[in-house]
């Protein structure tokens, strides 16, 4: 009997002559999504295509050589020029022979990094666990807040940012789309590469765990169910891919894994999050980042401008490979390990160095504990370890970083997670550069703007005191601080905000009729060119107060005077006052013995008090009087 075996057919060329490179190439470029376009030309340099050679379709002709062979075929790779068959010994090497072929490799066969198991609270009710700071953040975490508070997120959602209008790519096992904090998410594609359909939940004949581990790590990125588990890119669309059959001894071959990446990334993906790492059939020596043909292909996404997101791996204690997973080593991905909730390097998560000197992980998140949706029960929620789940939450806070800044490239991404984590200037093959810090790496790249909405308000004078403090790790830039405001839904006006001192700056809104409504948002740019408006997404998404009937009093501060003598009359009397709509007048009346009301007499605005010296001549009072007084 001839057993099959998964090879690799790389060719030549793509089968057609240098002359027509460029129309083929023009083709591919009118095929690529708008939002891929847009994403390859953050990283393309200026003057050159967008698209190359990787782009072209394999030829037909080549092709079909292989498969009169009689082998089966599997994926094709354009990114490779490469194409994967099931073949017997007599096929392989009539394939080999065929003058288009270039090499014939043997198709790695993966197996899975092992998963710790979690020994308690397997399974958890939705009202198991109350979060002890309901009033802290906008949002209750329930059990899931020790690994948002790790990472420093909610402060980054409660200032609106949730990855709207973000792609994320999925690449696991399968998944469940109808559990509770699962149900919100827009699911734009969906491919399943082990058995070639349109269906990534579990169907009949699929092993029963199909589904539980991309499960997991979907809700590590995207769930969102209050008081149960809130992930930090809940408001992202999100593309699945289904890669690995968990049925099977070899779980996942990387034709899939290579065949799902370009996929994704034809679709207009942003961000690829991958909690498969694979070590079986490789040396040591091959993780030097250019070897492993997956991780070759996770650093050509990066190239294409998708930032890849990967586990280091749960391999601290194998003695039989107690590194880093494929494609870990790739020195352009990012690579998550694990840390329990005090901050301490998980027993399991891999280590680097790749086997070429360089520092891995890139940084850390909570990977012990999470909380998860439990993939057999639409309702429940459970824990998990491993770094598969430290490897979202960091993907979900790049996906934040990528929605307030939508320009900036994978390794400006990399850039900011580094150097805002919490050991950056002293890295290290254990944390990389430490837990990430979501408000430090999202305040990395553009101006950070702190302001305090303005209230309703009775005041129709104004103006109104729009103050913020603006501030940059580089310089800012003067010509872009702005105010934008508007009245009753009108067209918008721009102001340009006014320096005070240090990372102060004011600007005024003119008062509003009874009954307005006022809008308004703030804008800031730098020496990077990168422009920031507050709140996010500002002329959509403004600041908005209502100018009302004034049906409050003014306060007045009097400190009432005590006895006094002829020999220093008059006093001063001083007066402070506040209100919404300003102070139109303070005013005092008297009496003298319980005499005749006289006045009023109107203090004099001075700074910020008032004064009246006390309208009474010491001839006009006899030693014992009493003088009664009102100031309002």
């Keep these: ?118 020994p ?23 059990a899931s807040l020790g690994a ?56 009949s004949g699929d092993d029963d765990s199909q589904y539980h581990h991309g499960s997991q790590v979907l809700s590590s990125i995207m769930g969102f169910s209050e008081n149960n588990l809130i992930s930090p890119a809940f408001g992202a669309s999100a593309i699945l891919a289904m890669t690995e059959d968990t049925g ?69 204690n194998n003695a039989e490979w107690p590194h880093l997973t494929a494609p870990a080593d790739g020195d352009s991905v990012v690579t998550v390990g694990a840390v329990d909730i005090s901050g301490t390097v998980a027993s399991f998560s891999s280590p680097g160095p790749t086997f070429d000197g360089r520092i891995k992980p890139d940084v850390c ?38 929605e307030r800044i939508p320009t900036l490239t994978p390794m400006q991404l990399r850039d900011a997670l580094r150097e805002g984590a919490s050991q950056n200037r002293e890295p290290d093959n254990d944390l990389g550069w430490g837990i990430i810090d979501a408000v430090a790496a999202l305040s990395y790249w553009g101006p950070t703007i702190a302001h305090q909405p303005l209230p309703s308000t009775e005041n129709t004078v104004g103006p109104y005191e729009v103050m913020a403090t603006i501030s940059d790790r580089v310089s800012l830039d003067s010509n872009t601080l702005f105010l934008y405001w508007r009245l009753d839904g009108g067209p918008w006006q721009q102001e340009a905000l006014t320096p005070l001192q240090g990372d102060q700056f004011m600007g005024l809104i003119p008062g509003a009729n009874m009954g307005g409504i006022v809008e308004y948002y703030l804008e800031a740019g730098d020496e990077n060119e990168f422009v920031i408006t507050m709140p996010h997404r500002g002329s959509t998404n403004p600041w908005a107060f209502n100018v009302g009937v004034d049906n409050t009093p003014p306060t007045l501060f009097h400190t009432p005077l005590t006895d006094q003598t002829l020999g220093i009359w008059p006093p001063l009397l001083i007066a402070e006052s506040e209100d919404e709509v300003g102070i139109d007048r303070v005013e005092m009346e008297f009496s003298i013995n319980g005499g005749m009301t006289q006045g009023p007499w109107l203090f004099q605005e001075m700074d910020e008090y008032w004064e009246l010296v006390f309208p009474l001549q010491s001839g006009q009072l006899t030693m014992g009087d009493v003088i009664s007084y009102e100031v309002r």
């Design 1 to 118: 009997k001839l057993y099959p075996l998964g090879i690799w057919v790389e060719f030549h060329d793509k089968g057609m002559a240098d002359s027509d490179l460029v129309a083929a190439l023009a083709v591919e470029e009118a095929l690529l999504s708008p939002k891929t376009l847009a994403r390859r030309f953050r990283v393309i340099p200026a003057g050159q295509s967008v698209t190359d050679v990787r782009d072209l379709p394999l030829s037909a002709q080549y092709l079909a050589e292989v498969e009169a062979t009689g082998a089966e075929p599997r994926r094709i790779s354009r990114w490779f020029n490469a194409a994967s068959f099931n073949a017997t010994s007599e096929q392989i090497r009539r394939i080999a022979n065929l003058p288009s072929v270039r090499k014939v490799d043997r198709i790695a066969q993966f197996r899975r990094t092992t998963v710790p198991v979690f």
């Design 120 to 142: 308690d609270r397997e399974l958890e009710s939705p009202e198991s666990e109350k979060n002890q700071a309901d009033d802290r953040w906008n949002f209750n975490y329930g």
């Design 148 to 203: 948002a508070e790790l990472i420093n997120l909610p402060p980054i959602h409660d200032t609106g940012l949730t990855g709207d209008g973000v792609v994320v790519a999925v690449l696991d096992a399968g998944f469940t789309l109808s559990h509770d904090c699962l149900q919100h998410v827009p699911i734009l594609a969906q491919w399943d590469f082990v058995h070639n359909d349109d269906s990534v939940q579990w169907e």
């Design 248 to 316: 099977d001894e070899t779980p996942i071959e990387e034709d899939n894994w290579i065949a799902a990446i370009e996929w994704v990334e034809s679709l207009g993906a942003d961000i690829v999050t991958s909690s498969l790492g694979y070590y079986y059939w490789y040396e040591y020596s091959d993780l030097d980042g250019n070897t492993a043909l997956i991780t070759r292909a996770a650093d050509m996404a990066v190239g294409r401008g998708m930032s890849v997101f990967t586990s280091a791996g749960n391999e601290r």
């Design 365 to 402: 998140a909570l990977g012990v504990g999470n909380r998860v949706a439990a993939p057999f029960d639409d309702h429940m929620f459970m824990a998990a370890n491993g770094t598969s789940f430290a490897t979202p939450q960091v993907a979900g806070v790049a996906t934040l970083l990528l």
